[in-house]
């Protein structure tokens, strides 16, 4: 199938596949993808303090502007990297972690979850809870508000900050001031017109689509916590920015989710992504589609995290 691209948007997606390789094994598939991400990372923008420590055993990093108030507590955006569950950890999205820190003016912490096939379900959602709930506890001492935490992500991210919010609700406890998904994926049915529409999409075809779950969910396919689109009540979450991409077999998860948690009563916001494909935030600074969904983006993170206590 043909997709109308920009050509900025077809220079980037060239550049993108030019990493890539023909091999199966996932050692090789992580080190492609860290050669392509090191090539679109950019230096970082001034003014960060930046920092790699753990949470709960779990590896972070995190990014503070020097010009916050010292007065307050900072605002904080916990983001859960993209990478099909399979590859990426906190250098693959330095180039979007550093500049939302610094466009924020908050502390963004990245959270470098365990991969599958190594770790499958349920093992890196429980390292991203076991932070979530660490940044409760130790808030006072990393000098963030509590009350004022947005999370975030894209792709397989954007599947496990649904998730969280998922848990999060069904212990009873606090919601995100906000929750941000990028092209997530999230369980939807695999007759959903995007999956036929996109099948052979540029950066993520339906057929890598059912790998890389596969490989994640293993024998819990059903659970909400896996694939959020099984849960069978969407009420009491936190507001939700939702943005998927035009020509992603990814783009129905999104459309359903925004679209069932908007009936459930819950705030949401929805980015159709027009001329996007799978993955593209990467070409930030590159191509114009790619540098509006980003507005997009910090505007609804900063609505979030601004928000009345």
């Keep these: 199938m043909r997709y109308p691209l920009s050509p900025e948007m077809a220079a ?4 993108t596949q030019s990493f890539s390789v023909d091999s199966l094994e996932i050692a ?44 307050h507590p900072a605002p904080c955006v ?32 990245s959270v470098d979850y365990r991969l599958a096939p190594e770790h499958p379900f349920p ?17 006072p001492r990393l000098d963030i508000d509590p009350r004022r935490i947005a999370i975030a992500g894209d792709s397989a991210g954007g599947n ?19 929750q941000a998904l990028i092209y997530p994926g999230l369980g939807g049915a695999d007759d959903l017109p995007s999956r036929s529409e996109c099948f052979d999409a540029p950066l993520l075809s339906t057929e890598d689509l059912a790998f890389y779950r596969r490989l994640y969910t293993g024998e819990h396919e059903r659970s909400p916590y896996a694939m959020p689109t099984n849960a069978m009540d969407f009420r009491r979450l ?7 991409a035009q020509f992603d077999p990814l783009r129905d998860d999104g459309t359903c989710y925004e679209r069932a948690l908007r009936e459930a009563g819950v705030a949401t916001e929805f980015d159709p992504g027009p001329g996007l494909v799978h993955g593209s935030l990467r070409g930030k600074g590159q191509v114009p589609e790619v540098d509006d969904l980003y507005r997009r983006l910090v505007s609804a993170l900063l609505g979030f995290i601004r928000s009345p206590l």
Excluded at 35 to 41: G, I, L, P, V
Excluded at 60 to 69: A, D, G, K
């Design 28 to 71: 090789d598939q992580r080190r492609s993808y860290s050669r392509m991400c090191e090539a679109f990372t950019p230096t970082r923008p001034a003014g960060l303090e930046v920092k790699d420590f753990t949470l709960s055993g779990v590896a972070v990093r995190s990014y503070r502007p020097h010009r916050l108030s010292l007065e």
């Design 12 to 15: 980037f997606i060239a550049k």
């Design 78 to 109: 916990v983001y859960l990297h993209g990478g099909g569950w399979v590859v990426g950890d906190l250098d693959s999205h330095d180039f979007l972690t550093a500049a939302l820190a610094s466009d924020l003016n908050a502390v963004v912490i």
């Design 160 to 178: 496990l900050t649904a998730a969280l919010c998922l848990a999060l609700r069904e212990a009873g406890e606090r919601q995100p001031v906000g």
């Design 238 to 244: 936190a507001p939700a920015f939702i943005a998927v």
């Design 123 to 139: 093992e890196g959602f429980d390292d991203c809870l076991e932070v979530w709930h660490a940044l409760q506890v130790q808030a």
